[in-house]
């Protein structure tokens, strides 16, 4: 490990993460802490570990602009179930998380040749990791121009047939991008009817497509207090002329799950309820799904999949958006929202579906090419200016 | 000497197809077909993928870009795109304040087009218009193209972007084109916020700095992409994948569009498009398509019933050159106005395709965004869909976990290598004498074929047919359709005289060669209708070509297009051959644009081996379609060439060659990819493997190194001075090795290496001596593939053709070691081995 974001890490430990004694289990860096300081001083400090279920797991994420305060975003975050689904259904969906785990075993251990110019990094006792820092274009040009970086971690488990790598890309901007990559081969060929997949050129036979909801837990703790967020739906709701749209906030104050709603251009954010800037709001992070043209697929109409999101308060023992383990809590994202605890001012967790279909082609034969699966979470009033 | 009089091109060529550089249509050497090499980009990734293209600058849609071609590494060049642009970006703002049509109504070209330096294009390359940097070429990492098991590959792209300036935003279309195949059109937007307002428009966007209300509002970005797959533009075709969810089961339907559509995004039954070629098809019998996804329809809008553009996603229409823009469309070509009325009702059956897709950013401005805003990126994506029969980048067996619930444990990559073990001599290859001592077998002449091999040399190369216009050109047609347009500045065989304009050389004074050229209007002209192309198209037809079966094919021309800056795309040069049954296949199209191109002679060579086995007829069109600007245009020292057989079969169904068609071949006229002593094991101290033509060497009136091979003047030979004595240019003291260049062999596909050789020695040999055969993987992994070891006989030097089956490395990339040895007290060994192929079986 290194010494030197040890040492940092025990620092901003001590600088700002004011414990209570009664520690909740989602305010501990659990796991190992990593840090990485662009050029232009911009920051973003976490903690990383491994667990068997979920893979890779981020807890206390902290981001940083140049010359600003560094602020936690994130308490903990991980990808906390995929579920797959064959479009024969002849089977029952398929729960990766929980049923073997993306962790333990399944995670692969990585060469230096798989993580080129990057950094591989162990956990008990193997490479498991890789970073590495990517140019990423244009941060903006105007009068003038900057180019800007991204940080990336990466994990890869193996499935079967399925191969995963999952992935988190730390902008130095504030935009964090969690991304989950599809390869490996096809795990379904040699069936009958093609309506439900495609004539895949090996053996001419027919490849049965599937549908992966990747489901995520993101539990927000902005800045120091994780207990004083809320969650803030922004609808732009068109004229009967549809020439202009009015802008409409309403609070989420209650435990629920939400839809994509492209007419009203909704979208959500995590705001905080102390900090902000004089001028403008409260600090808050947005969440940009993407792949809403697949965001329909359910096809056993099950309840945690006919919403894109669903926002819950914390509890410990609700980690996975299904399948989740009933001793304690219930069995999915739909479930815990049953109860419609309040969320204004609550430690909030955002639950995310993306789903994507995958139609098996001719060039899957033998390799699937990674098909990749992101969305962003992009700082809004976080500072009160663009900070570069 | 055989082939002496071919050229270094030919002999080269079976090397260029082991790296996979020139496999199939078109040889890479054919440089700027479609355009001058100042607008031409032609980009092999490092995975050797190769995309090439033109690209155009216009002041309306900025870069355009044209003639998209994809080239995976083991497999022939396609055409995709004939034309990519932007065609429109939509700005309109929630307060109703402002509803710009930017590439209409200001731009992405011209002054709008910003000039790049160098530290905004990291390790790429600027291309230039006008002398202005504009276009940055750069190659990007992009992450993992594939994993399984420990099988892993990093991806990479070329990228493509340009910025323009229109107020306070830049814009910034971008073009990623993955080694795999896949097109990513993007455009990114940053600069500065807009419009503002004060408290009272609080309701239409977003609270920043010094206390104003940053306006809300969408980007719609629309492109244009003229389909041409596989180079026809006729035959392609549209359909609608929807999926119908229901008691668990996710069904599909294909919905093809017979006449113009538009359509939506619709994420409950999953929807997706493909392009799809209507002739070629992959192995699975499927077309050769894209599929296009609008992924990012978060923000997907329908605006008011002024703009009907805005009310569908998608939009497929046949071709019409004046339509442009998805909005703000000029109407005085006698197109509509916006994209929702080029959607007619016209049928796409057997027309030129065009898909109008789009995808909207709705910009609720944040603090962050001023004073400077972060660029935001909107993309689509355009992936091959069996337009390969496996992925292009990885020569893995097809395979699959064939399993309805993943198992518990992962497959190791292992897994994937063939499951059946090559055999060694499945074709009645000689058996190997397994002991030396005993039973002195008379030769080991079990060969299943000793006499010679039946392939005949190469058949000759040469000019097949020409036209040079000096004289019998009564065989050529002239209007041969009877529907030509132009009325002046027909085609004819003259010798032109000089055509300037504004000191630019429209037509040259004098032919390519010769006194003679196939020009328009050969009289000089220096305004609009003065011997030049005016009013629509005139036609060319040549007398019908036979290009006869199994043979390759090139046809090289010289050429001109000539046009003043009022050209534009409808002005055009555009050479086809046509087959007796009307299909075309268009070897260049060269169109105008707002920019003066000057004449000069440029020459086409194109490799039309697709042809093989069909009668063809050379269609040279010319067009004037607009302004009635100054077009001119000529041709001349046209060239048919036989360029061989065919050891680099067309792509047939998917680009794989039909049973007997050569994969790999060499005659060792030249080695140059061969590899001595690979694995720095040899011990031979003389008598290594050279390049070389043999001496006979007989010994004690035993032929034991026939000298004359079978198949022309150089083999493979250990060496290759006659000696009379042991130690005298044979094989000495150990092995000596030689491997051959890295030979892919694509999956699901039987193979056969043949070659002749011989292994030749004296009577006190034993299994110490021998002639080996090895596949060597990637990986380094041997694996024995033949043996002829020496016996207690004197075993002549006679050629003799060997078979063997490489069925079970298929889908791998494999090396051939080749091994001779003398292990014993130094015994007269000689062998030697030529005319090595792999063919498809």
Redesign the interface.
């Known amino acids: 490990m290194n010494k030197f974001g040890a040492l940092l890490c025990a620092v901003g430990l001590l600088l700002s993460w004011h414990a209570p004694a009664s520690a909740t289990p989602d305010t501990r860096c659990q796991g190992t802490p990593m840090r990485k300081v662009f050029g232009s001083g911009a920051v973003w400090n976490f903690c990383w570990r491994i667990e068997a279920k979920e893979g890779l797991v981020l807890s206390q994420v902290y981001y940083q602009a140049p010359s600003t305060l560094q602020r936690r975003v994130l308490g903990e975050a991980a990808l906390s179930q995929i579920e797959t689904r064959r479009d024969d259904g002849t089977a029952a969906a398929y729960l990766m998380d929980t049923t073997t785990g993306l962790g333990g075993s399944h995670l692969s251990s990585l060469t230096q040749a798989q993580c080129p110019q990057g950094t591989l990094h162990a956990f008990a006792g193997r490479n498991v990791l890789c970073s590495r820092t990517k140019k990423a274009g244009y941060l903006y040009k105007y009068t003038r121009q900057r180019q800007t970086e991204v940080f990336q971690i990466s994990t890869f488990a193996q499935r079967g047939p399925r191969h995963y790598q999952t992935r988190w890309s730390f902008y130095e901007n504030g935009t964090l991008e969690p991304a989950i990559g599809l390869s490996g081969i096809l795990p379904s060929v040699g069936n009958n009817d093609a309506q439900f997949g495609w004539p895949v050129a090996a053996n001419n036979q027919i490849a049965t497509g599937y549908t992966d909801h990747y489901l995520w837990r993101l539990d927000f703790d902005l800045d120091s207090n994780s207990n004083n967020d809320h969650i803030e739906e922004i609808n732009s709701v068109p004229t009967a002329d549809r020439t202009k749209k009015d802008k409409v906030l309403r609070p989420v104050s209650t435990e629920r799950g939400v839809s994509l709603n492209p007419d009203y251009k909704t979208f959500w954010r995590v705001v905080d309820a102390e900090v902000g800037h004089n001028a403008i709001g409260k600090i808050s992070y947005e969440i940009i799904p993407q792949h809403y043209d697949q965001s329909g697929a359910n096809s056993a109409n099950v309840d945690w999949l006919k919403h894109d999101l669903f926002f819950t308060a914390y509890r410990d023992c609700e980690r996975h958006g299904a399948n989740n383990p009933q001793n304690s809590c219930t069995g999915n994202m739909h479930a815990f929202t049953q109860d419609r605890q309040n969320l204004d001012g609550a430690d909030i967790v955002v639950w995310y579906k993306q789903s994507r279909h995958y139609l098996p082609r001719s060039e899957d034969s033998n390799r699937v090419a990674t098909r990749w699966n992101r969305f962003k979470l992009i700082p809004r009033d976080w500072n009160p200016t663009n900070p570069y | 000497m055989k082939q002496n009089k071919i050229p270094v091109l030919r002999r080269c060529l079976p090397f260029l197809v082991a790296l996979g550089l020139c496999a199939g249509w078109n040889a890479p050497l054919a440089a700027a077909e479609f355009c001058s090499d100042a607008f031409y980009i032609d980009v092999t990734l490092p995975n050797q993928a190769r995309w090439d293209m033109c690209w155009e600058h216009r002041n309306r849609e900025g870069i355009v870009l044209h003639k998209i071609h994809y080239t995976p590494r083991n497999g022939g060049r396609r055409m995709i795109l004939n034309e990519a642009a932007i065609a429109q970006i939509h700005v309109?703002y929630?307060?109703?304040g402002a509803r710009y049509h930017d590439v209409t109504d200001y731009g992405l070209g011209g002054g709008y087009m910003?000039q790049l330096?160098q530290?905004?294009c990291?390790?790429g390359q600027l291309l230039t218009f006008n002398r202005k940097p504009v276009l940055c070429q750069q190659t990007e990492?992009n992450?993992?193209?594939?994993?399984?098991?420990?099988?892993?590959l990093?991806?990479n792209a070329l990228s493509l972007?340009s910025?323009s300036k229109i107020g306070?935003y830049?814009y910034?279309p971008v073009w990623r084109f993955l080694d795999?195949?896949?097109i990513e059109p993007g455009i990114?937007a940053?600069?500065?916020l807009q419009r503002f307002g004060d408290s009272s428009k609080?309701?239409?966007?977003?609270?920043?700095?010094?206390?104003k209300i940053s306006l809300?509002h969408l980007h719609n970005f629309f492109w244009k992409l003229d389909f041409d797959l596989a180079g026809t533009r006729s035959d392609d075709y549209v359909e609608e994948?929807n999926?119908t969810?229901?008691?668990?089961?996710?069904?599909?339907?294909n919905r093809r569009y017979s006449s113009e559509t538009a359509s939506r995004?619709?994420?409950?039954?999953?929807?997706?498009w493909r392009i799809a070629d209507g002739n070629i098809k992959?192995?699975?019998?499927?077309p050769i398509a894209y599929?296009i996804?609008?992924?990012?329809?978060?923000?997907?809008?329908?605006?008011?019933?002024s703009e009907p553009f805005t009310h569908n996603d998608l939009y497929v229409t046949h071709y019409r050159n004046c339509e442009r823009f998805a909005s703000h469309n000029p109407t005085n070509t006698g197109c509509a106005e916006n994209l929702a009325d080029f959607v007619n009702g016209e049928s796409l059956s057997g027309q030129d395709i065009v898909v109008w897709p789009s995808t909207t950013f709705?910009h609720?401005p944040?603090?962050?965004?001023?004073?400077?805003?972060?660029?935001h990126w909107s993309f689509i994506s355009l992936?091959?869909?069996?337009?390969?029969?496996?992925?292009?980048?990885?020569?893995?067996?097809?395979?699959?976990?064939?399993?309805?619930?993943?198992?518990?444990?992962?497959?190791p990559a292992a897994t994937?290598t063939p499951a059946t073990a090559p055999t060694a001599t499945p074709t009645a290859a000689p058996t190997p004498t397994p002991t030396a001592t005993t039973t002195p077998a008379p030769t080991p002449t079990a060969t299943a074929a000793p006499t010679p091999a039946p392939t005949a040399t190469p058949s000759s190369a040469g000019v097949i047919h020409q036209a040079n216009f000096e004289s019998n050109t009564q065989d050529w047609t002239l209007n041969p359709e009877q529907n030509d347009t132009a009325s002046h500045g027909q085609w004819e065989f003259a010798n032109p005289q000089a055509t300037s304009h504004d000191g630019y050389t429209l037509q040259i004074g004098n032919a390519y060669r010769g006194s003679r050229a196939l020009v328009t209007g050969a009289a000089a002209g220096g305004s609009a209708h003065a011997h030049d192309v005016d009013g629509g198209v005139t036609r060319m037809r040549s007398p019908q070509f036979d290009l006869p079966a199994g043979h390759q094919y090139r046809i090289k021309l010289a050429w001109y297009f000539a046009h003043l800056s009022n050209a534009t795309a409808a002005d055009y040069l555009k050479i086809s051959l046509v087959n007796t049954s009307g299909s075309r296949s268009t070897l260049l199209l060269v169109q105008g644009s707002t920019v003066n191109r000057a004449a000069q002679w440029r020459i086409l060579d194109a490799d039309i081996s697709a042809l093989a086995g069909s009668k063809v007829q050379l269609l040279i069109e010319a067009a004037d379609g607009g302004n009635n600007s100054i077009v001119e245009a000529a041709i001349d020292e046209i060239q048919i060439e036989q360029t061989g057989r065919s050891a680099t079969p067309p792509p047939i169904s998917?680009g794989i060659g039909a049973p007997g068609d050569v994969l790999f071949r060499t005659d060792f006229s030249t080695a140059a990819q061969w590899t001595l002593n690979p694995l720095g094991d040899d011990s031979a101290t003389k008598g290594q493997w050279q390049n070389a033509i043999p001496k006979i060497t007989h010994f004690q009136g035993r032929t034991l190194q026939p000298g004359p091979v079978q198949h022309g003047g150089k083999a493979m030979v250990t060496g290759a001075a006659e000696g009379e004595a042991v130690g005298s240019n044979d094989v000495d003291g150990g092995k000596t090795s030689i491997r051959s260049p890295l030979i892919r062999l694509p999956?699901?596909r039987r193979y056969q290496l043949s070659l002749d050789y011989y292994f030749a020695h004296l009577r006190h040999s034993s299994s110490v001596d021998y002639f080996n055969i090895y596949v060597v993987r990637q990986n380094g992994q041997r694996q024995q593939l033949f043996s002829h070891k020496g016996r207690a006989a004197n075993q002549l030097g006679n050629w003799q053709e060997l078979r063997l089956d490489l069925s079970g490395f298929a889908?791998q990339a494999i090396y051939l070691d080749l091994e001779a040895a003398d292990g014993g007290a130094g015994g007269l060994i000689e062998a030697a081995f030529d005319n090595l192929r792999i063919t498809y079986q």
């Not at chain 2, 609080?202 to 206390?211: M, P, S, V």
């Not at chain 2, 969810?245 to 339907?253: A, F, H, I």
């Not at chain 2, 992959?282 to 499927?286: E, F, I, L």
């Open positions: 309109p929630d307060d109703n910003a330096a530290n905004e990291p390790g990492a992450d993992t193209a594939y994993r399984y098991g420990t099988d892993q990093a991806g972007f910025v306070a830049h910034i795999n195949g896949a990114g940053t600069g500065a609080a309701r239409y966007g977003w609270l920043t700095g010094d206390n809300a994948l999926f969810q229901e008691n668990g089961q996710t069904k599909r339907t995004v619709a994420p409950r039954t999953l929807r997706r992959a192995t699975n019998g499927q599929e996804r609008l992924h990012q329809a978060e923000h997907q809008d329908i605006g008011p019933d709705y609720m944040r603090a962050e965004d001023a004073p400077i805003m972060d660029a992936t091959p869909l069996d337009w390969h029969d496996q992925n292009p980048l990885s020569d893995a067996q097809a395979s699959s976990g064939n399993t309805s619930t993943p198992a518990a444990t992962p497959t994937a998917g999956a699901n889908g």
